[in-house]
């Protein structure tokens, strides 16, 4: 009897403590780590956000481009065509 009371009060007592402890410790790991995959979800969420805008301004730039490259190029063909066409002209006029 007399042991078991040394043991309770010298070995079980401590013994349960450092499990407790434990249990503890494994409660706040498990919910760092569930924090830690919450804010994970929501900066892949953002990364997302902002390659999908990134996209959408890359396309933008890309559509401004062909449009300014397609009024470039029907400008540059008007002024040759007028330009040909004053060369004709005064070559006939010139015969």
């Known amino acids: 009897m ?3 009371l ?3 009060k010298f070995a079980w007592t ?3 403590g450092a499990v407790k402890a434990r249990e503890i410790s494994i409660i706040d790991a498990l919910a760092s780590a569930e924090n830690a995959r919450a804010e994970m979800a929501s ?3 953002d ?3 902002i390659l999908k805008k990134a996209r959408a301004e890359r396309d933008d730039l890309l559509k401004e481009a062909r449009d ?3 009024n470039i190029l029907s400008e540059a063909k008007n002024v040759a065509k007028a330009e040909a066409d004053a060369i004709i ?3 006939k006029k010139a015969y």
């Open 89 to 91: 002209s005064a070559a």
């Open 6 to 8: 040394l043991l309770k």
């Open 2 to 4: 007399i042991l078991l």
């Open 47 to 49: 990364n997302e956000l």
């Open 14 to 16: 401590p013994i349960l």
């Open 43 to 45: 900066l892949q969420a």
């Open 68 to 70: 300014m490259k397609s």
